[in-house]
């Protein structure tokens, strides 16, 4: 089938976008650099130095991409590759992302900007880049094979739409999908509003929530995964790994949450309720809110909360799936509660010197105790705050709410210094009598009790 140059024209999407976005096509003469960085830390925000002001959002353990300026256009510089990311201290992943990390860095721009994104692919396969929730072209969709050639190693093909509406967006590849998202490639797309006192807000922090199936001791994930993943991630980091929510009393703060694993995450936060506000889908009208202390975020979707930040303190974030605040574990492992393995330790320490008897009690010993691992591990629960370990991983962290912190201030105050006489405390008095409850009767193993319970008889007892 030939293509004629109607079919051309009516291609760059003038329909949709009307006379003012005329493809820029002929101003693209060279692609802008594509900064990166290998940071593991949260960057500064970028505050806006022309066109409408707005308050930046913060990217835990990221960053925000700076662009150019070219004309009517905001040119930004992807380059998918290969990288390297800390997961947390003593565990490094070898993923695949954009401009030197995963996730990629966030984009930020305004409510109707003209957006040209250039893609390069330094991937050994093909790759395309969605933008999850925009409304655009067809032809900018990234979807390889249907809206456009997929992108060859060592290509770079450029994306160019105008930011229809303000909301919170991502992007990801929608080519070998299930491989390239399960090695780390998607990134934060968010557009402010036009007038910069809509749903304006003090502080406005973004993550990711990904996953990862890592075996102990390997660097690379496993990608032909369903269900089996072992390091739920916020940013491809885990706790003690994620940086806090730094906050000022006061202040009103948004936390945009974005869902690329392959499983819901209800995401729960002490201390305060909240609103959700956006998806990505748009914003939330007031009269259609409600409040909540845990929010679940669906798989693919976006969900930003608000709230203001009245109550000093430092404030649990994490999801509510305990499996998902926890490293790598043996899935074999058996539960071992109630079980005196003491007689059973001292003939195995005589094979196995090092062998540690766990888990008689519960599995706490594990957050303090550090048990000699296999390189490139991460314990399967760890972290330690003022008052001891704190028995997480995976998907935690804390919210920093602080009386006196600067507006653009988002460094680790330390621990809340609780005021006297509000922190739990032990009870030192005389102790509380121990009463058993009665042994039930036995049951056999349907669990309904015997028709008759043989007593031991004269009989019986002479024997
Ligand atoms: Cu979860």
């Not at 510089?77 to 966030?106: C, D, F, K």
């Not at 790598?328 to 393995?341: E, P, Q, Y």
């Amino acid at each position: 089938m030939s293509i004629s140059r109607r079919d051309l024209v009516g291609a760059s999407g003038l329909a949709l976008l009307g006379a003012a976005a005329v493809s820029g096509r002929v101003q693209a003469q060279s692609i802008p650099e594509a900064p990166t960085t290998t940071a593991n830390t949260m960057q500064p925000p970028l505050y806006p130095t022309s066109g409408p002001d707005y308050q930046p959002v913060v990217t835990l353990n990221g960053w925000t991409l700076p662009w150019r300026q070219n004309g009517d256009w905001k040119e930004f510089h992807l380059v998918a590759e290969p990288v390297e990311r800390e997961i947390a201290p003593g565990m490094t992943a070898r993923l695949w992302g954009y401009n030197g990390q995963s996730p990629g860095p966030t984009i930020e721009a305004v409510e109707g900007d003209k957006v040209r994104i250039f893609v390069t692919n330094r991937l050994p396969e093909h790759t395309t880049i969605h933008w999850h929730g925009q409304i655009l072209p067809c032809g900018m969709d990234g979807v390889g094979g249907l809206t456009q050639p997929h992108i060859k190693p060592g290509k770079t093909f450029v994306y160019e739409f105008q930011l229809m509406k303000s909301g919170t967006f991502m992007y990801h590849p929608h080519a070998d999908e299930m491989v390239q998202m399960a090695m780390g490639m998607m990134g934060f797309f968010v557009v402010h509003p036009r007038d910069p006192r809509q749903h304006r807000v003090d502080r406005d922090f973004v993550f990711l929530l990904s996953a990862y199936d890592i075996e102990p001791g390997a660097y690379v994930p496993k990608v032909a995964e369903m269900l089996n993943f072992n390091m739920w991630t916020w940013n491809s980091r885990v706790f003690p790994g994620i940086d806090p929510l730094v906050v000022a009393k006061g202040d009103r703060v948004r936390v945009r949450v974005g869902n690329l694993t392959m499983t819901n995450h209800p995401i729960h936060m002490h201390g305060y309720d909240f609103e959700v506000t956006c998806t990505d889908g748009g914003w939330v009208r007031p009269e259609a809110r409600w409040p909540e202390v845990t929010i679940d975020i669906p798989v693919g979707a976006m969900r930003a909360y608000e709230f203001d930040a009245i109550h000093p303190g430092d404030w649990a974030i994490h999801c509510h799936k305990s499996h998902h605040t926890m490293n790598a574990m043996g899935h074999g492992i058996r539960n071992f509660i109630g079980v005196d393995k003491k007689q059973f330790a001292g003939r195995m320490k005589r094979l196995v010197p090092d062998y540690m008897p766990m888990g008689s009690a519960g599995m706490a010993d594990m957050g303090e105790m550090e048990m000699p691992l296999p390189d490139n591990t991460l314990p399967m629960m760890t972290g330690f705050a003022q008052f001891g370990a704190v028995e997480m991983g995976g998907m935690f962290s804390v919210v920093k709410v602080r009386e006196g912190i600067g507006s653009k201030d988002y460094r680790d105050p330390g621990w809340y210094q609780h005021p006297p006489g509000t922190v739990a405390w032990e009870w030192k008095g005389p102790q509380p009598a121990v009463t058993r409850a009665p042994t039930p009767a036995r049951t056999d193993r349907s669990g309904t009790p015997p028709a008759r319970v043989v007593k031991p008889s004269s009989h019986d007892s002479h024997k």
